[in-house]
């Protein structure tokens, strides 16, 4: 009867171990690959596809807390996306570049909390080139006012001829 118990207990203590590694691993790879992006480890070398799904996979982990209620999480997962997009815009990245401003774009497709939105439309106006102005044009219909200002100041400090022709279009 005691071999059965220890037997019992010792197979409940296996599946609390499968479970807590099923839960923290993860978010040890979500914290790797944000470690990576933002520079401070090294990353594999990847091609434009997974360099873009790098970025998609980052911005999915960071969005919930990017838009929370609870400020410091929510200044924690932005100060973190906002170094990985000041990385991506550097001189000599261009794929990284692209492949962050896609990955917010296509975050725009679900609705977001009004914070998570005005944070990235901010990243956009950084780093936004001719691949956002289609979203940032959207964005002027916005029926928030705050978003449609957002959305107009990202397309006036975008260099691309697009973004110039979506403002006039607007206007």
């Known amino acids: 009867m005691k071999t059965q118990r220890r037997n019992v207990y010792v197979l409940i203590l296996l599946a609390a171990l499968?479970?807590?590694?099923?839960?923290?691993?993860?978010?040890?790879r979500d914290s790797q690959l944000i470690g990576q992006l933002k520079g401070e480890i090294e990353a594999p070398q990847r091609t434009d596809a997974e360099i873009e799904?790098?970025?998609?996979?980052?911005?999915?982990?960071?969005?919930?807390?990017?838009?929370?209620?609870?400020l410091a999480k929510r200044n924690e997962a932005q100060q973190t996306?906002?170094?990985?997009?000041?990385?991506?815009?550097?001189?000599?990245?261009e794929t990284e570049r692209l492949a962050a401003c896609r990955a917010i774009i296509a975050a725009f497709d679900a609705p977001m909390p009004k914070p998570a939105a005005s944070f990235l439309?901010?990243?956009?106006?950084?780093?936004?080139?001719?691949?956002?102005a289609g979203v940032l044009s959207l964005l002027l219909e916005d029926g928030d006012p705050?978003?449609?200002?957002?959305?107009?100041?990202?397309?006036?400090?975008?260099?691309?001829?697009t973004a110039a022709s979506a403002l006039r279009e607007a206007l």
């Open 146 to 161: 705050q978003i449609r200002e957002m959305a107009r100041r990202a397309l006036l400090k975008n260099p691309d001829p």
């Open 53 to 70: 799904q790098a970025h998609t996979d980052a911005l999915a982990a960071l969005l919930h807390d990017i838009g929370s209620s609870d």
């Open 81 to 93: 996306y906002r170094a990985i997009c000041l990385r991506a815009g550097r001189p000599e990245a």
């Open 18 to 28: 499968v479970c807590a590694s099923c839960v923290t691993a993860p978010q040890a």
């Open 121 to 132: 439309l901010r990243q956009l106006e950084y780093i936004g080139r001719g691949e956002s």
